[in-house]
């Protein structure tokens, strides 16, 4: 098994890597790592939680010029929540250099700050295509001293339409840099996209793309009018924490969930529509397990940071074999048993046998007739959100929450579940049945000596 220590490597790096707790690189780590240290151009198929931000991470870090204060790392990433992730994974790689700024540039926030930001100087930016494209425009970031461009789940980048963007970006960036493209499917666009983009890349894939042996796969043939039964049966059977569901079109999401609703399951929609603020409520509410049911299309459940996510359905077949397998490789992470389950009308049976043919071997099919005999049975999740009204640009700390939760004769903080902050809000989970007694202590009281708005979400 090869080790960070088998890679060429300042020490610097090589501390700050087991401090972190990387002890051996993941199969993407080790296939990517040497080519991206070397300069070479990259394009590399790996899922998400693969370890593909360090993949990328690593040599971009230890290829910088700290001294040299001008952009020369840009990784473009399809959302704000996967920029914002990225960017705390490199922060936390970046500790083995001195002074190194990192910065994120993206949509659904005011563009002043970032200028004003942009003006202080960065050494790495990770931001949107249409918000990078953006300060390119008004000549609020410069690009002439780049070295290193990564292209983040580049895939996904192309499903939401940013292929314009993202070729206007890159003819503001020097013609000798070196691309690193990562991408979880491997489409015929991704190989134009890299033809167009990278000189003679290295191709790398991950050997974890197989589907993962801790999951289980069942599939059931549903007549269309039985699906959102079906989905109900499937829900009060396994009485999962957290499930995802597939579907393919937005409007379907609104549709599904709203039905869960009515039937008593928390149930929330995620899709291209919602506007930035309405994502991170959803989002916040199904990681930290106030809403049991996230109902997504497969681009808005890209870069989900979900770690126990016991249950995937598909509503229907995914369009392709690639889609499905990254869909149910949600599931089963981290050593845990997942069930992955794809309902199927009879007139999308050829998908099915599509995916058999890729697989070489059949799929499991499950007794329709039991599963839609199974009583409707929902079940209360364990958690609920209160949202209050302040965030990073108030100077706001998950301590400065904790603290006013659990003080002098507070809740137990025990009660006190995920703390997510944003810039001008802060979710606080609490278990539910403390939610009214945490909402009225927050009410009553005062967080860093200040009255703040408190609503229950």
């Not at 995916?355 to 799929?363: A, I, K, N, T």
Request: glycine residues 8%.
């Amino acid at each position: 098994m090869p080790s960070f220590k088998d890679l060429d490597l300042s020490a610097a790096m090589q501390a700050n890597l087991a401090q972190l707790g990387f002890s051996q690189p993941t199969d993407i780590q080790a296939r990517a790592l040497p080519h991206c240290l070397a300069g070479r151009d990259v394009i590399a198929m790996a899922q998400t939680g693969s370890g593909k931000t360090a993949a990328f991470g690593i040599g971009l870090i230890e290829g910088l010029k700290p001294k040299l204060f001008a952009v020369q790392g840009l990784v473009l990433c399809p959302t704000r929540e996967l920029a914002d992730q990225v960017a705390k994974a490199l922060r936390e790689m970046a500790r083995a250099q001195e002074n190194v700024k990192i910065l994120t540039l993206c949509g659904g926030v005011s563009i002043g700050p970032q200028i004003g930001s942009l003006a202080h100087g960065a050494h790495i930016v990770v931001g949107t295509p249409g918000r990078i494209a953006d300060h390119l425009r008004k000549g609020t970031l410069d690009l002439k001293r780049l070295t290193t461009l990564v292209l983040d789940e580049a895939d996904r980048m192309l499903d939401m339409g940013f292929q314009p963007a993202m070729e206007e970006i890159l003819s503001y960036t020097p013609k000798q840099r070196q691309t690193l493209m990562f991408s979880a499917t491997w489409p015929d666009s991704i190989r134009k996209l890299s033809a167009g983009f990278q000189r003679e890349p290295v191709d790398v894939r991950a050997e974890s793309q197989s589907i993962n042996t801790d999951i289980r796969e069942l599939f059931y043939e549903i007549p269309a009018p039985e699906r959102t039964r079906a989905i109900v049966s499937l829900l009060s059977e396994h009485q999962p924490a957290s499930c995802l569901v597939f579907c393919s079109m937005k409007q379907q999401c609104d549709e599904l969930a709203a039905e869960l609703g009515a039937q008593g399951f928390s149930a929330l929609a995620l899709h291209g529509d919602l506007e930035q603020r309405e994502r991170d409520s959803v989002l916040v509410r199904f990681a930290n397990q106030s809403c049991q049911v996230l109902v997504a299309t497969d681009v808005a459940a890209r870069g989900l940071d979900i770690k126990a996510l016991p249950l995937v359905i598909n509503a229907e077949p995914a369009r392709d074999p690639e889609v499905h397998t990254h869909r149910v490789g949600r599931t089963g992470r981290a050593g845990e048993a997942g069930l992955a389950v794809t309902l199927c009308s009879p007139a999308q049976g050829h998908k099915i046998n599509r995916l058999e043919s890729e697989r070489g071997r059949p799929v499991t099919w499950g007794d329709t007739e039991i599963l839609l005999s199974v009583p409707v049975e929902p079940v209360a999740p364990a958690m609920k959100t209160l949202c209050i009204a302040a965030g990073r640009k108030e100077k706001l700390r998950p301590g400065d929450v904790l603290g006013a939760l659990t003080g002098e004769a507070g809740l137990d903080g025990k009660s006190v579940g995920k703390i997510d902050l944003f810039e001008f809000q802060c979710f606080v989970a609490v278990e539910a049945g403390q939610a009214k007694r945490a909402l009225k202590r927050l009410e009553d009281g005062k967080i860093k000596g200040r009255k703040l708005r408190v609503r229950m979400v």
